[in-house]
């Protein structure tokens, strides 16, 4: 009950970011499949075949780490705005609440981004509008770029809870987002890169509950 | 009833020490008669936005000077004056307010038998307003 | 229940090398409505929320409802009601929003809260936002300071707290909301066992609502007693001499004192009535005067730094 009331305390932000998500995937994707169909008839006569959604894949990049950094600057906010003391002084664990947020996340990447992302894959695989229809491979590597986003969330949220006074310190978190990033372009495969994925969410993830727990607010 | 009992928060007089002058003047003017009743501590406490400790202070002091009395569940009532022990502290206190009213008419330029002829008749004045207050309530 | 709701031991925190609180002792029984004052900077806020388990102490500790504050169980945080420094909540909620998120955290019903648990009585909330003039569809962040405050109120008396904390309540309030917020104390004061712990600038507030004065200077706890006992304590006596004044003053709980001419104003703390007419009689005094002072007086003569100048006064005109 109270990790919904938690939740609901984010629906605003869930929902408003979601909504950005839609807009973005779904309306540029649009056009970027329909101009990959028109490749598509182009390049067959010249004999290359490269994914038909090749051209969705930096715009899910960018719409993840978009909607991932939104989502993390809500830790910069609360210390600005001087909200903190109002969350945290509640009837549930400091963990709790850090969970509720990290959920909020998730739930906003899944739902959102990933809903947007398997409907553009489904109108994608729609018979008769490629001639090569994209593989599930494809499917999966657009998931890898979404935990992009998340990757994005803990490294905007470590940033924004960080109690440095350097600021090359206090950002430390994005600038680690930031190498993961380039680390997983230049992984030679899949699984490689969901290593690089999974740290760049785990290791942040760690230090975040770490700070979260024990700093002064 | 508790209308006429008004505090000035942030003087230099103690708020229940207030409470306790409002109530005696009042009933040394006659508003108040022998066994009506006080406002409840809580009612005043909330009308005069002041902690209800503040309150009771004042009625105890009120009872301990023989003004009013306590009857448990009940509440407070106005006593009577025939009941009222010696209070040598505020008649103590009586006596030096005396003696400034004495230094203000001397400072004036005013007589002894001045002062006293002034003094007699507000007196007279004052116990006639009263005699009139009791008409209208009894 | 445990006998006294706040307990503090030798509480401390430095910022770098300058202590913001300084090894403050506590002890406040239930019931007791604290008066929590200090010039600005004395480290209030800081105190608070060591109390509240925000901060970590440098050294030492302290306890809220028998808990250790760097270990506030969710069950002890309910029974808290804390309004921080500022009243600053959710911007993009409305306040019916808040309201849901805030009682989502309590029982339901104050009547099936069992005891010791608070419940929320959502009765009294909307009956002080609409006594306020507000309602449930507006954001937060179209209020004012002044309306945000009673939002503020009303979440933290809702559920009947058993130890509120109010960090400067009324900072920046006009008088009319600052008395909505002495009223709704009053209220609560009435609630067995309920015990208050306030901070505030205006000590007429104080005077009116609060048993006890906590006064803190420096981070150091200078004062910790009844109201009462403040305000007996903290004299302002004026001294008139005929002939010379004594160099050195010695008398019993003098604070500072100011000279001018022949005249020896002297602040004294805890001085008997008597030994100050003997000093007098002693020093050849030629008449002295106990000056009437208000608390806010007291205050500010308690909490002055020794050796103070008068504030300087514009030279006149020729």
Request: glycine letters at 10%.
């Amino acid at each position: 009950m109270k990790f919904l009331a938690l939740l609901r305390g984010q629906l605003g932000g869930i929902i408003g970011t979601g909504i950005g998500q839609i807009i973005l995937i779904l309306g540029c994707g649009y056009f970027a499949v329909t101009a990959a169909t028109q490749f598509e008839r182009f390049s067959e006569n010249f004999g290359s075949a490269s994914s038909p959604l090749s051209g969705v894949g930096p715009l899910l990049i960018f719409a993840s780490i978009l909607c991932g950094s939104i989502l993390g600057l809500q830790f910069w906010l609360m210390s600005y705005r001087r909200t903190w003391h109002f969350l945290l002084h509640r009837s549930v664990s400091r963990v709790t609440i850090l969970l509720s947020m990290i959920t909020a996340a998730v739930l906003t990447l899944v739902v959102f981004t990933g809903g947007c992302w398997t409907l553009l894959f489904l109108y994608a695989s729609l018979p008769g509008l490629f001639v090569l229809p994209p593989t599930l491979q494809v499917y999966f590597e657009g998931w890898l770029f979404i935990s992009l986003g998340l990757v994005f969330f803990m490294g905007v949220a470590l940033s924004g809870i960080s109690t440095a006074k350097f600021y090359t310190t206090k950002l430390f978190g994005i600038i680690f987002a930031g190498i993961i990033l380039i680390v997983t372009f230049m992984s030679l495969d899949i699984f490689r890169a969901s290593i690089v994925i999974a740290a760049g969410i785990l290791i942040p993830a760690v230090q975040l509950f770490s700070v979260f727990l024990n700093r002064d607010f | 009833m508790a209308l006429w009992i008004q505090i000035t928060p942030g003087s230099d007089e103690p708020i229940y020490l207030q409470i306790v002058e409002q109530v005696g003047e009042t009933i040394a003017k006659g508003q108040l008669a022998v066994g009506d009743k006080l406002p409840a501590v809580r009612k005043l406490a909330s009308e005069l936005v002041i902690n209800p400790n503040t309150v009771a202070r004042a009625y105890t002091i009120l009872e301990q000077t023989g003004l009013v009395t306590t009857k448990t569940g009940s509440g407070t009532f106005v006593a009577n004056p025939a009941l009222r022990s010696k209070d040598t502290v505020g008649i103590n206190m009586l006596a030096d307010r005396m003696d400034s009213l004495i230094v203000r008419g001397l400072n004036l330029g005013l007589e002894s038998q001045d002062i006293i002829a002034m003094f007699k008749d507000r007196l007279e004045k004052f116990i006639k307003t009263r005699q009139g207050g009791r008409r209208k309530n009894g | 229940m445990a006998e006294y709701v706040l307990e503090a031991q030798g509480l401390t925190k430095f910022y770098g090398s300058k202590p913001a609180v300084d090894h403050i002792d506590l002890k406040i029984p239930r019931g007791c409505v604290c008066g929590f004052v200090g010039r600005n900077g004395a480290g209030k806020t800081t105190a608070i929320k060591l109390m509240l388990g925000f901060l970590k102490p440098t050294a030492g500790s302290s306890r809220l409802l028998g808990c250790d504050s760097q270990n506030l169980t969710p069950a002890i945080r309910q029974r808290i009601g804390y309004a921080a420094e500022g009243h600053h909540l959710f911007r993009d909620a409305t306040i019916g929003n808040l309201a849901g998120f805030h009682s989502a955290f309590f029982h339901k019903q104050l009547a099936s809260a069992k005891q010791g648990e608070a419940g929320w009585d959502g009765k009294l909330f909307w009956d002080m936002i609409e006594y306020f003039g507000l309602s449930k569809k507006q954001k937060i962040k179209k209020l004012s300071n002044g309306q945000r405050a009673q939002v503020s109120l009303a979440l933290t008396l809702a559920p009947n707290p058993e130890l509120l904390i109010m960090d400067d309540p009324t900072l920046g309030l006009d008088a009319a909301i600052r008395r909505q917020f002495l009223e709704g104390m009053i209220e609560l004061i009435m609630h067995q066992g309920r015990t208050i712990l306030f901070s505030s600038h205006i000590l007429g507030d104080i005077d009116r609502v609060a048993d006890r004065i906590i006064v803190l200077d420096k981070g150091v706890i200078r004062a910790n007693c009844t109201i009462e006992q403040f305000r007996t304590a903290v004299k302002k006596v004026r001294f008139v001499f005929g002939q010379s004044m004594p160099e050195t003053v010695d008398i019993e709980g003098l604070l500072h004192s100011r000279r001018a001419d022949k005249e020896l104003e002297m602040v004294l703390v805890g001085t008997a009535d008597e030994k100050i007419a003997e000093w007098a009689k002693s020093a050849g005094v030629e008449e002295y005067q106990i000056i009437k002072q208000n608390l806010e007086d007291q205050f500010i003569e308690y909490t002055a730094p020794i050796g103070q100048i008068r504030p300087f006064a514009w030279e006149a005109k020729q």
